[in-house]
């Protein structure tokens, strides 16, 4: 019976394993709160802030996808131009400063699916304040069926499949800061 209970749970395991959390992407909100939820990003990418630090945490700083890795200069650079992307970045004169610091960033592959997650500390400093606020974790995941075996093509998944990540992190991060910045020339130095 025992043995029984036991080959019935890994399946379950597995399956509870390989069911992404949910994300909010602009494809799953309803068609009549897509234009909310896309000009709250418009908002939030029209708000400017510079980039006082952006840093690489993590211990292991390459990804392994198969026998092909993501560099930590791929992840580096990708996350400095999601940023960018996004209106924050160190040529920005803004008052309105975040520390950045990548954490985490790992790809899991499980069966044809494969999973990029990466972990963001950002640190807020308003222009009405001096001092920067308490670190806080954003998450970015992205899944991506392999229906492609080739091997060619599991390092290009892997690196769109990370990108994703990184993206949806950094409009979380952008998405969070959008009450600090009531008026996107808040902030701006302009002298």
């Known amino acids: 019976m025992r043995n029984f209970l036991l080959s019935c749970s890994v399946?379950?395991?597995v399956?509870?394993?390989s069911t992404p959390p949910p994300e909010l992407d602009s494809s799953l909100i309803p068609e009549s709160q897509r234009k909310v939820y896309q000009a709250s990003l418009s908002k939030a990418?029209?708000?400017p802030i510079n980039l006082a630090q952006l840093v690489d945490e993590r211990a292991s700083k390459d990804l392994l996808v198969g026998n092909d890795n993501v560099s930590q200069d791929?992840?580096?650079a990708m996350l400095k131009q999601s940023l960018h992307s996004m209106n924050v970045s160190p040529d920005i004169n803004s008052n309105?400063?975040?520390k950045v610091s990548l954490e985490r960033a790992f790809i899991k592959s499980l069966g044809?699916?494969?999973t990029a997650t990466v972990v963001i500390n950002v640190q807020y400093k308003p222009h009405y304040s001096d001092t920067y606020s308490p670190s806080v974790s954003y998450k970015g995941q992205s899944?991506?069926?392999n229906t492609d075996m080739k091997e060619d093509l599991q390092s290009q998944m892997a690196n769109g499949v990370v990108e994703?990540?990184?993206l949806r992190a950094t409009q979380r991060i952008k998405s969070s800061l959008l009450h600090k910045c009531e008026n996107p020339t808040d902030g701006l130095d302009i002298t």
Request: charged share 15%; proline share 4%.
């Open 11 to 13: 399946p379950l395991l």
């Open 45 to 47: 990418k029209a708000c």
């Open 164 to 166: 994703e990540a990184i």
């Open 143 to 145: 899944v991506i069926v």
């Open 96 to 98: 309105n400063r975040v």
């Open 15 to 17: 399956a509870c394993e």
């Open 74 to 76: 791929t992840v580096y």
């Open 112 to 114: 044809s699916n494969i």
